[in-house]
C-alpha cells in the first residue's frame, strides 16, 4: 500500500518533559521512595508501562484527591495534565516530596483561570467529564468555574449580568469548540473568549484533516484514554470524510479496513511512543491485499 506519513505526529514536547523528569527521579538514588505517579502519566499504557520498569508506581483513577491519600511516604509526580490547588496543599501536608510534570500550557490555563477568577469572572470551562485536566483547571477556583461539554449545555445556563469568559481544555479540537462558542457568544454578547487548545494538539489536527484527503483512510496510533488520540479520529471523520481508526497497536489493524484502498495515512495521538507508529508504518508499508495476493499468484 501507499503510506501517506503524517506530520506532525506522537510526542508533544509537554509529553517528551513529563517522561523525562520521572525517569530522572526514578533513575535518582537520592529521590525519597517509593515513587508514585498520581494518575497516568500519560494515556498511554506503553509509557506508563515503561515506566513500571523503571519501579514506578502509577496510580490510576480520576479522582486525584483520593488517589492522594493513598500516598502516605515517598515522591509523588504530578502527571502532565495538571492537579488542583487542594491536591498540591494536600501533598504537602502528608510531607511528600513532589515532582511537578504538568505540561506549560496546562500551566498557562491554570494561571488563566485564577486571574480570571480573582478579576470576578464567572468562567465556563469546555472540557470532558471525566477527565483529569479539566479536574486540575477547575479546582483552581471551584466557585467559579462551570464545565460545559455540548453546545446543548449553554441552553440550560442562566448566567445574565455576570461577567463571562470561556477557557477550552487544550487536548480538545477546534471543531469541538466552535459550535459551544458560537452558543455562548450568541446568549451572552459579552463573554471574553480564552481558546486555550495547544499548539501541538492543533497542528496534528490540521495535519491529519489536510492530508486525509489525499488517503483512502486513516490509521490514528494511540491509546484508547487518550482524549487527543480519540479527537484525530474524530476529526478525520468530521471535516475530511474520510474513515479513520484508531490502533494501540500493529495487532489492532483489522483487514476488513483496507479493503479496497490503496492509499492510507498514519498518524499518531501526542503520547504515542515512536517505536508502536514505525511498526504501524512498516506493516502498512508491506501490506498486501486478499486481491493483490491473488494477481500475483
Not at 49 to 77: C, K, P
Not at 114 to 130: M, S, V
Not at 274 to 289: D, H, K, M, N, W
Request: negative net charge; hydrophobic residues 40%; contains cysteine.
Amino acid at each position: 500500500m501507499d503510506v501517506v506519513k503524517i506530520s506532525p505526529r506522537g510526542y508533544c514536547y509537554g509529553v517528551v518533559d513529563a517522561m523525562k523528569l520521572v525517569r530522572q527521579v526514578a533513575e535518582n538514588p537520592q529521590a525519597k521512595k517509593p515513587i508514585f505517579v498520581l494518575g497516568l502519566i500519560v494515556h498511554n499504557r506503553h509509557v506508563v508501562e515503561e515506566l513500571d520498569r523503571y519501579g514506578v508506581i502509577s496510580l490510576d483513577g480520576e479522582n486525584r484527591l483520593q488517589l492522594l491519600e493513598q500516598v502516605d511516604e515517598g515522591t509523588v509526580v504530578f502527571t502532565a495534565h495538571g492537579v488542583s490547588q487542594t491536591v498540591r496543599a494536600r501533598a504537602q501536608e502528608k510531607g511528600l516530596d513532589v515532582v511537578d510534570a504538568t505540561c506549560p500550557d496546562v500551566t498557562k490555563t491554570h494561571d488563566l483561570i485564577r486571574r480570571l477568577a480573582d478579576d470576578g469572572y464567572t468562567i465556563l470551562y469546555i472540557g470532558r467529564k471525566g477527565h483529569p485536566e479539566p479536574e486540575g483547571a477547575m479546582g483552581e477556583a471551584p466557585d467559579h468555574v462551570q464545565l460545559i461539554e455540548t453546545a446543548a449545555d449553554v441552553d440550560g445556563l442562566d448566567l445574565a449580568g455576570r461577567k463571562l469568559a470561556v477557557v477550552t481544555q487544550t487536548t480538545l479540537s477546534r471543531w469541538d469548540t466552535e459550535e459551544t462558542i458560537h452558543r455562548l457568544k450568541e446568549r451572552y454578547p459579552q463573554i471574553e473568549v480564552f481558546n486555550e487548545i495547544c499548539l501541538a494538539t492543533q497542528l496534528r489536527q490540521d495535519a491529519a484533516v489536510r492530508e486525509a484527503a489525499n488517503c483512502d483512510v486513516v490509521i490514528v496510533v494511540g491509546d484508547v484514554r487518550s482524549n487527543n488520540s480519540n479527537r484525530l479520529v474524530q476529526v478525520v471523520k468530521e471535516q475530511a470524510g474520510r474513515p479513520a481508526y484508531l490502533v494501540d497497536t500493529v495487532a489492532d489493524i483489522n483487514p476488513k479496513w483496507l479493503e479496497g484502498k490503496h492509499t492510507v495515512g498514519v498518524t499518531a495521538g501526542s503520547s504515542t511512543p515512536s517505536p508502536i507508529t514505525r511498526e504501524v508504518v512498516q506493516f502498512l508499508e508491506a501490506y498486501e491485499g486478499a486481491e493483490s495476493a491473488a494477481s500475483r499468484a
